[in-house]
């Protein structure tokens, strides 16, 4: 086994420990506070940033890896979306007076926009390469679904969020 594919293996199995706390989190139930909520996305970042690592490593381990295992990468990063979707939606759909008059909000929700309007725009790719089965492709339709609600949500609380002050 190459030095490469052992690599990926490894953080493959930190992959699945990290997705699994992450669902832990989820069903911890809503996070209280807004720096709750920073940790809980910080995790969700490093799963994203791990996630690109496997994926960017995926041809040099070549066909050292199961035949399945970018499908998997892919499933994994679906899962992490649906969690962290599931989370966000709790939190923004009641959001703790930090988050909306804090003068740090604005620019939090702006990079939440941002961020969910990117994995909407890829969503349906991601699906398909994945090879999800019928089941699968509901509850992701769901989360779909929340994406579209979160975005909608916080252009609700950025119209009221304070700005931040850019001329003194």
Known sequence: MSKVTDVVL???RKLTE???ALGRLRA???PKTFPRFREIR???LDIQGLIFSIQER???AGK???PNFP???LRQKLSAIAIFTDISHSFVSDPPLALTSSLGAFDVLVAEQKAFNETL???DTMLMEAGIDDKTADELDATRNKIEQILGMIETLLLTSPKILEEF
Request: hydrophobic share 50%.
């Open 10 to 12: 490894r953080m493959s």
């Open 18 to 20: 990290d997705i699994a």
């Open 28 to 30: 911890a139930g809503k």
């Open 42 to 44: 910080a995790a969700y």
């Open 58 to 60: 995926l041809e040099a």
């Open 64 to 66: 050292e890896l199961p």
């Open 71 to 73: 499908q998997w990468v």
């Open 121 to 123: 725009h890829t969503f």
